[in-house]
């Protein structure tokens, strides 16, 4: 029920924001509705006050109390409603301009007598929402430490190696900067830190138990802290006397004392003498900067730390301490444990399919994996039993039968109750509407959030938002852009499952679409493709195209309840916020229009968008975030009605030339593409540049011989982010105009725009000398002004080091690709860059490139990507600050002579490319094992766009499970019919590309069959890419067959052939 609480809480937030705005206005038409409209405003502030008293306190509502929450949250959308159709846009200044005033106001004293009602029901049946009457202990029950195991995660699910590295960091003072016995006389403090439920705790268990460190720390305490902890005198005592407790033992009965001056001394003085191991269990920083002081420096004792948090479990450990990270279990270990805990007498192929879908929906996750493991034990197992398990695995939370899932469901739910603010927590609860295994972008998922209403502040607010998430192991980073921050990102697969099943459940994302929940949902997701293109897009844990099986699938192919949707009277009723649509517009949404409201409409992946609906799209007046695919090649200048737009992303479409009054548009601050300005003159110009643009991200603009840019680029005053592709010869009298506007733009000062500013200029081989073209005789001048830009990308042949590259004393960020130049003349003058802390250089080689002590002070990001394996120099001492190394060459054969990782102190990771040969990945491997920060290596891979001829980009290629890389896997197809084989050894794999060999197989060669003939016993002599007794048919032309897994084939012989001859199969992937 708390999310359900925090729901009904950010909405009402939202409301009560709009309506102070429009007391905040000043128009005559609502002088007699002042009273009114600030009884609504305070009332409505006030049942989210008591909501939020209702959250801090975890008490169990009573079903009166769930009644009039529900009722509040449809009053909430009512006002909401009301004053979108009524006030298009309020966040415009000046005096708001109301549609049939009359009817506003009859619409606000009808809305004032049903919250009057409403408020009269919830005293009458005394639905106190801040009662503690039943409140839970849940969140406060701690691990026990005398039960082995915790979690019941013990035996070890997949750690044997981490438990192994956290043995030798803790024994031999390994992980500081230090070594010897200096190192090992400085305290130091190793954190595990991983998403709740990962292990963490059973791990710290296993360590703490391990004789290895029982024999060298005569003294060891173990304390786990209550998810909410307190933090006056009395707490800070009792935290301390624990310690205390676990450290003298038994003679702890006599000599503890009681003030907390004593508690202090006592805890100092044993790990001063003694060798002391201390285990905070859940530590929060508040608790941590409390009993920091008390850890003397100078000592042999340890400290073992878990937490959810990284910004935490770093604090703690600096400075010389080692964070280790948890990672998610790797298939092979999730089957493992299973067979060892569930399946103890093998499995048949059918229970082998059944593991498969256990290791799928747990995806990697210890305490889920446990809780189901718990859950079967008993019962009488089949593969449809263990298959149903996981497919309602939430629905099982729930109900907690047995009380196997209770831990799972506490410990879920914690990461989400954990979050501070209701806007955390409904950003959190959104990001579960979109498919899973499918990583979103930081920018869609931030602009989406603003756009919403559920982040009251700005792109800067948002990606905070994000990067706190991040921080708590909740949403995981999955490919970092250049400056190390997320660039994609997705929740954890089962918190995403989870995370779903509550936002459904409080009709806050909602795939019902019966009459009784059609006024109720706000965000809807159509997927009405056909079964060979939806792909990867399930919502379920684990591979994509898993959660297109399960109950609660947020998409929905089912054409008739979408044409329930919009039948009748029904579709006045409907009030949806955002709408996204794969596959055909047409037969998803037969009239846009019926929703009058939406703010978020998202037809990236829309493969049909008609003329008729890109028309029905103009009329919708409140968007403000706007996505379309593929299928559009043109917009019209209708646009221009879509006054309260903010963000247009025209990436995936066709569209060449924008209309300019599109970028006039009052509120649109982000624009995506690469379009083309028609260039205007005359009394449009002068109308133009009198104007006020609010544009702040331009992404970009091609400019040619025609582009009207570079006359109004100068004029966007608050243009902070631009990406320019370059078309134009420099005899072009364009080429003088953009010069003459990028250097503006690098020179602005702080006073012209607000934050970090970002220049991305693509170069073709007439425009190289763009950055250095003449503007008269103050060309000299010009270049050396100090610039404020903070990001520089700069892709294409260039005559020389551009000058004023030099002058940008605030650079943070720089990107170099194929420029041509080499070696002193790349960096000239560029180590003087104090400030710089990315840096990334792309080349066919970087042989002549030294980089020596003293340059770049700052830099803590390094990519080097090259053709051929030739690396810079980089001198020992040099780059002290490095935190991420990433050397990307195909053909590099195992180390570097000339860069050695344990030069860099401060290094966290290095990337490789995905292609390495093993023995170079696992060269690497071992050499940053040495380190003593034990940096983590990372395989990227190399995506090609074909449209580019330039340098593609890398992205993360494999998952990163517990204790090894896999490879992503495949989209799964969907599938006719199954059969299984009986387990029998297989030849050796062999894959030819986009053949498949058949050859003879036990007591049938020589044999003619036809492929309606193939027997099972003949099938394992496929030579498979996977060890799997699995094999799927599909017979869609009576001809097909299915390979274990991951393919569909077509035979392509002739329908009769003789096994043990060649007969080859066409890869469908």
Same mark, same amino acid.
């Given at each position: 029920?708390?999310?359900?609480?925090?729901?009904?809480?950010?909405?009402?937030?939202?409301?009560?924001?709009?309506?102070?705005?429009?007391?905040?206005?000043?128009?005559?038409?609502?002088?007699?509705?002042?009273?009114?409209?600030?009884?609504?405003?305070?009332?409505?502030?006030?049942?989210?006050?008591?909501?939020?008293?209702?959250?801090?306190?975890?008490?169990?509502?009573?079903?009166?109390?769930?009644?009039?929450?529900?009722?509040?949250?449809?009053?909430?959308?009512?006002?909401?409603?009301?004053?979108?159709?009524?006030?298009?846009?309020?966040?415009?200044?000046?005096?708001?301009?109301?549609?049939?005033?009359?009817?506003?106001?009859?619409?606000?004293?009808?809305?004032?007598?049903?919250?009057?009602?409403?408020?009269?029901?919830?005293?009458?049946?005394?639905?106190?929402?801040?009662?503690?009457?039943?409140?839970?202990?849940?969140?406060?029950?701690?691990?026990?430490?005398?039960?082995?195991?915790?979690?019941?995660?013990?035996?070890?699910?997949?750690?044997?190696?981490?438990?192994?590295?956290?043995?030798?960091?803790?024994?031999?003072?390994?992980?500081?900067?230090?070594?010897?016995?200096?190192?090992?006389?400085?305290?130091?403090?190793?954190?595990?830190?991983?998403?709740?439920?990962?292990?963490?705790?059973?791990?710290?268990?296993?360590?703490?138990?391990?004789?290895?460190?029982?024999?060298?720390?005569?003294?060891?305490?173990?304390?786990?802290?209550?998810?909410?902890?307190?933090?006056?005198?009395?707490?800070?005592?009792?935290?301390?006397?624990?310690?205390?407790?676990?450290?003298?033992?038994?003679?702890?009965?006599?000599?503890?004392?009681?003030?907390?001056?004593?508690?202090?001394?006592?805890?100092?003085?044993?790990?001063?003498?003694?060798?002391?191991?201390?285990?905070?269990?859940?530590?929060?920083?508040?608790?941590?900067?409390?009993?920091?002081?008390?850890?003397?420096?100078?000592?042999?004792?340890?400290?073992?730390?878990?937490?959810?948090?990284?910004?935490?479990?770093?604090?703690?450990?600096?400075?010389?301490?080692?964070?280790?990270?948890?990672?998610?279990?790797?298939?092979?270990?999730?089957?493992?444990?299973?067979?060892?805990?569930?399946?103890?007498?093998?499995?048949?192929?059918?229970?082998?399919?059944?593991?498969?879908?256990?290791?799928?929906?747990?995806?990697?996750?210890?305490?889920?994996?446990?809780?189901?493991?718990?859950?079967?034990?008993?019962?009488?197992?089949?593969?449809?039993?263990?298959?149903?398990?996981?497919?309602?695995?939430?629905?099982?939370?729930?109900?907690?039968?047995?009380?196997?899932?209770?831990?799972?469901?506490?410990?879920?739910?914690?990461?989400?109750?954990?979050?501070?603010?209701?806007?955390?927590?409904?950003?959190?609860?959104?990001?579960?509407?979109?498919?899973?295994?499918?990583?979103?972008?930081?920018?869609?998922?931030?602009?989406?959030?603003?756009?919403?209403?559920?982040?009251?502040?700005?792109?800067?607010?948002?990606?905070?938002?994000?990067?706190?998430?991040?921080?708590?192991?909740?949403?995981?980073?999955?490919?970092?852009?250049?400056?190390?921050?997320?660039?994609?990102?997705?929740?954890?697969?089962?918190?995403?499952?989870?995370?779903?099943?509550?936002?459904?459940?409080?009709?806050?994302?909602?795939?019902?679409?019966?009459?009784?929940?059609?006024?109720?949902?706000?965000?809807?997701?159509?997927?009405?493709?056909?079964?060979?293109?939806?792909?990867?897009?399930?919502?379920?844990?684990?591979?994509?195209?898993?959660?297109?099986?399960?109950?609660?699938?947020?998409?929905?192919?089912?054409?008739?309840?979408?044409?329930?949707?919009?039948?009748?009277?029904?579709?006045?009723?409907?009030?949806?916020?955002?709408?996204?649509?794969?596959?055909?517009?047409?037969?998803?949404?037969?009239?846009?229009?019926?929703?009058?409201?939406?703010?978020?409409?998202?037809?990236?992946?829309?493969?049909?968008?008609?003329?008729?609906?890109?028309?029905?799209?103009?009329?919708?007046?409140?968007?403000?975030?706007?996505?379309?695919?593929?299928?559009?090649?043109?917009?019209?200048?209708?646009?221009?009605?879509?006054?309260?737009?903010?963000?247009?992303?025209?990436?995936?479409?066709?569209?060449?030339?924008? %209309?300019?009054? !599109?970028?006039? *548009?009052?509120? #649109?601050?982000? +624009?995506?593409?690469?379009?083309?300005?028609? &260039?205007?003159?005359?009394?449009?110009?002068?109308?133009?540049?009198?104007?006020?643009?609010?544009?702040?991200?331009?992404?970009?603009?091609?400019?040619?011989?025609?582009?009207?840019?570079?006359?109004?680029?100068?004029?966007?005053?608050?243009?902070?982010?631009?990406?320019?592709?370059?078309?134009?010869?420099?005899?072009?009298?364009?080429?003088?105009?953009?010069?003459?506007?990028?250097?503006?733009?690098?020179?602005?000062?702080?006073?012209?725009?607000?934050?970090?500013?970002?220049?991305?200029?693509?170069?073709?081989?007439?425009?190289?000398?763009?950055?250095?073209?003449?503007?008269?005789?103050?060309?000299?001048?010009?270049?050396?002004?100090?610039?404020?830009?903070?990001?520089?990308?700069?892709?294409?042949?260039?005559?020389?080091? %551009?000058?004023? !590259?030099?002058? *940008?004393?605030? #650079?943070?960020? +720089?990107?170099?690709?194929?420029?041509?130049? &080499?070696?002193?003349?790349?960096?000239?003058?560029?180590?003087?860059?104090?400030?710089?802390?990315?840096?990334?250089?792309?080349?066919?080689?970087?042989?002549?490139?030294?980089?020596?002590?003293?340059?770049?002070?700052?830099?803590?990001?390094?990519?080097?990507?090259?053709?051929?394996?030739?690396?810079?120099?980089?001198?020992?001492?040099?780059?002290?600050?490095?935190?991420?190394?990433?050397?990307?060459?195909?053909?590099?054969?195992?180390?570097?002579?000339?860069?050695?990782?344990?030069?860099?102190?401060?290094?966290?990771?290095?990337?490789?490319?995905?292609?390495?040969?093993?023995?170079?990945?696992?060269?690497?491997?071992?050499?940053?094992?040495?380190?003593?920060?034990?940096?983590?290596?990372?395989?990227?891979?190399?995506?090609?766009?074909?449209?580019?001829?330039?340098?593609?980009?890398?992205?993360?290629?494999?998952?990163?499970?517990?204790?090894?890389?896999?490879?992503?896997?495949?989209?799964?197809?969907?599938?006719?019919?199954?059969?299984?084989?009986?387990?029998?050894?297989?030849?050796?794999?062999?894959?030819?590309?986009?053949?498949?060999?058949?050859?003879?197989?036990?007591?049938?060669?020589?044999?003619?069959?036809?492929?309606?003939?193939?027997?099972?016993?003949?099938?394992?002599?496929?030579?498979?890419?996977?060890?799997?007794?699995?094999?799927?048919?599909?017979?869609?032309?009576?001809?097909?067959?299915?390979?274990?897994?991951?393919?569909?084939?077509?035979?392509?012989?002739?329908?009769?052939?003789?096994?043990?001859?060649?007969?080859?199969?066409?890869?469908?992937?």
């Amino acid at each position: 029920m708390e999310v359900a609480v925090a729901v009904v809480s950010a909405v009402t937030k939202s409301v009560v924001s709009k309506l102070l705005r429009v007391i905040e206005k000043r128009y005559k038409e609502l002088k007699d509705l002042e009273g009114d409209i600030g009884f609504l405003h305070r009332e409505l502030a006030m049942i989210c006050g008591s909501m939020e008293v209702q959250i801090s306190h975890k008490g169990q509502p009573s079903a009166v109390e769930i009644l009039s929450m529900d009722e509040f949250r449809a009053l909430a959308h009512n006002i909401e409603d009301c004053l979108d159709r009524f006030l298009p846009c309020a966040a415009c200044e000046g005096e708001l301009q109301i549609r049939d005033p009359r009817k506003f106001c009859h619409e606000i004293a009808r809305l004032k007598r049903d919250l009057d009602a409403a408020h009269e029901r919830k005293v009458r049946y005394n639905a106190e929402f801040g009662s503690a009457a039943a409140e839970s202990n849940l969140d406060e029950n701690p691990v026990d430490p005398e039960n082995p195991g915790a979690y019941g995660a013990s035996p070890a699910v997949g750690i044997e190696e981490a438990k192994q590295e956290l043995c030798k960091s803790l024994v031999d003072g390994g992980g500081g900067g230090g070594s010897g016995q200096a190192s090992r006389r400085k305290l130091k403090v190793v954190s595990v830190v991983g998403f709740g439920g990962s292990g963490k705790t059973a791990l710290a268990w296993e360590v703490y138990n391990c004789p290895q460190v029982a024999e060298q720390f005569s003294r060891r305490a173990w304390v786990t802290l209550a998810s909410k902890h307190k933090h006056d005198v009395a707490a800070k005592e009792a935290l301390l006397k624990a310690i205390l407790e676990g450290l003298l033992g038994d003679e702890a009965r006599e000599s503890v004392p009681l003030k907390l001056r004593q508690l202090q001394q006592h805890v100092s003085l044993l790990l001063r003498t003694k060798r002391c191991l201390i285990v905070l269990d859940n530590i929060k920083m508040e608790i941590w900067d409390t009993i920091k002081p008390i850890f003397p420096n100078e000592t042999e004792s340890r400290i073992l730390v878990t937490t959810t948090v990284n910004s935490v479990a770093n604090a703690c450990s600096l400075p010389d301490g080692y964070v280790h990270s948890m990672r998610s279990l790797s298939p092979e270990q999730s089957k493992d444990y299973l067979d060892k805990k569930v399946f103890v007498n093998g499995c048949s192929p059918d229970l082998d399919k059944g593991s498969t879908a256990i290791v799928n929906g747990c995806d990697g996750h210890p305490l889920a994996l446990v809780s189901v493991a718990k859950a079967l034990q008993g019962h009488k197992l089949t593969g449809d039993l263990c298959e149903k398990m996981i497919q309602n695995l939430c629905f099982r939370m729930d109900e907690n039968e047995n009380g196997h899932f209770t831990k799972l469901a506490q410990v879920l739910m914690n990461n989400y109750s954990s979050l501070p603010g209701n806007s955390l927590k409904t950003c959190l609860l959104y990001s579960s509407a979109f498919p899973n295994d499918r990583p979103v972008s930081r920018k869609t998922l931030t602009s989406r959030w603003l756009a919403e209403g559920y982040i009251d502040g700005d792109q800067e607010i948002a990606n905070k938002k994000l990067d706190e998430l991040i921080d708590r192991n909740i949403i995981r980073p999955v490919d970092p852009s250049n400056n190390g921050k997320a660039k994609t990102c997705e929740p954890h697969g089962i918190m995403h499952q989870f995370m779903l099943h509550k936002s459904m459940a409080s009709n806050f994302i909602d795939t019902s679409f019966g009459a009784k929940n059609r006024s109720n949902f706000r965000h809807l997701i159509i997927d009405n493709r056909t079964n060979g293109t939806t792909g990867n897009m399930g919502h379920g844990t684990g591979p994509a195209g898993r959660g297109r099986d399960r109950q609660h699938n947020i998409f929905s192919s089912l054409k008739e309840k979408v044409d329930n949707l919009f039948s009748g009277s029904a579709s006045k009723q409907l009030r949806p916020r955002s709408l996204t649509v794969f596959g055909s517009v047409e037969e998803a949404v037969p009239d846009l229009t019926s929703f009058e409201l939406l703010r978020v409409l998202d037809l990236k992946e829309c493969s049909v968008l008609s003329e008729e609906h890109l028309g029905q799209i103009y009329k919708l007046l409140h968007l403000k975030y706007l996505t379309l695919g593929c299928s559009v090649s043109n917009v019209s200048v209708e646009m221009e009605r879509l006054h309260c737009l903010e963000t247009l992303d025209l990436r995936k479409t066709k569209i060449e030339t924008l %209309p300019m009054e !599109v970028i006039t *548009l009052p509120h #649109l601050a982000h +624009l995506y593409g690469k379009i083309k300005l028609k &260039k205007i003159s005359g009394k449009k110009l002068t109308g133009f540049l009198q104007g006020k643009t609010n544009l702040q991200t331009l992404a970009g603009v091609v400019v040619d011989s025609n582009s009207g840019f570079p006359e109004v680029m100068v004029h966007m005053k608050k243009l902070t982010k631009v990406k320019i592709w370059c078309e134009i010869p420099s005899t072009d009298s364009n080429y003088a105009v953009l010069s003459k506007a990028i250097h503006k733009f690098a020179q602005a000062g702080m006073a012209t725009a607000v934050g970090a500013r970002s220049l991305s200029l693509h170069l073709n081989d007439f425009s190289k000398g763009l950055l250095h073209h003449h503007q008269g005789d103050n060309t000299i001048a010009a270049s050396r002004k100090h610039g404020y830009l903070s990001s520089l990308k700069l892709q294409g042949s260039l005559n020389q080091s %551009p000058q004023f !590259v030099m002058y *940008l004393r605030g #650079l943070k960020e +720089l990107c170099l690709t194929y420029t041509n130049l &080499k070696g002193a003349e790349l960096l000239a003058g560029l180590g003087n860059l104090k400030l710089l802390v990315c840096l990334k250089l792309v080349e066919v080689d970087l042989a002549d490139l030294d980089i020596n002590i003293g340059d770049f002070p700052s830099l803590q990001r390094l990519c080097l990507v090259v053709e051929k394996p030739r690396f810079p120099i980089i001198e020992h001492g040099a780059l002290l600050r490095l935190v991420s190394l990433q050397l990307l060459c195909k053909d590099l054969v195992g180390l570097c002579d000339d860069i050695k990782v344990e030069w860099f102190e401060a290094l966290e990771e290095v990337a490789l490319d995905s292609m390495l040969n093993q023995q170079t990945i696992q060269l690497w491997e071992n050499e940053v094992r040495k380190h003593p920060k034990r940096p983590r290596v990372i395989l990227l891979k190399k995506v090609v766009d074909p449209t580019k001829t330039m340098s593609g980009k890398y992205v993360a290629s494999r998952k990163v499970y517990n204790n090894c890389y896999t490879d992503t896997p495949q989209t799964r197809l969907q599938r006719s019919c199954q059969v299984t084989a009986p387990r029998v050894q297989s030849p050796a794999p062999r894959f030819l590309f986009d053949q498949v060999e058949v050859c003879s197989g036990p007591d049938v060669e020589d044999t003619e069959f036809t492929a309606l003939d193939v027997k099972l016993d003949s099938l394992h002599s496929i030579h498979q890419t996977l060890s799997s007794p699995t094999y799927e048919y599909n017979w869609p032309t009576g001809e097909g067959l299915c390979l274990p897994h991951f393919y569909s084939c077509t035979i392509m012989k002739s329908p009769k052939a003789v096994l043990g001859l060649s007969c080859f199969l066409r890869i469908h992937l």
